[in-house]
């Protein structure tokens, strides 16, 4: 059974930074595509970094471009996500998700199988 196990999250000022970690366990995939997503209260989900694990593919979402960078330790079945320059508007659940046969910006959450339990990130 795939489980992922978001970690990191937390409470910062506005233009501080947070490193979320996502680890699987019975994940046996390789060269699939993560990725993060998050959630705000009313909102939708909507993703915010891909990374195709032992590859070099990254993409970000406009509006963390620049500030998020996405990063993957392939042995460990592991996946970051820095964050940097926060604003309020980056606070909500952030989501981990991992097993898609492909990165595609949008594709949206469809394509993945397997999800994390969802860490929470607030901004102020």
């Known amino acids: 059974q795939v489980q992922l196990v978001e970690s990191g999250g937390g409470s910062v000022r506005t233009g501080g930074s947070l490193r979320l970690s996502c680890a699987a366990s019975?994940?046996?995939?390789?060269?699939?595509?993560w990725g993060w997503f998050r959630q705000a209260p009313g909102k939708e989900r909507e993703w915010v970094a891909l990374?195709?694990?032992?590859?070099?593919?990254?993409d970000y979402a406009a509006s963390v471009k620049g500030r998020f960078t996405i990063s993957a330790h392939n042995t460990n079945n592991t996946v970051f996500l820095q964050m940097g320059s926060l604003k309020p508007e980056d606070t909500g659940t952030y989501y981990c998700?991992?097993?898609?046969?492909?990165?595609?910006?949008?594709?949206?959450?469809?394509?993945?199988?397997?999800w994390g339990q969802g860490t929470q990130v607030t901004v102020s």
């Open positions: 019975g994940y046996t995939g390789s060269n699939s595509c």
């Open positions: 998700a991992a097993g898609a046969p492909y990165c595609a910006a949008g594709a949206g959450a469809r394509i993945f199988p397997y």
């Open positions: 990374v195709r694990m032992g590859g070099v593919y990254t």
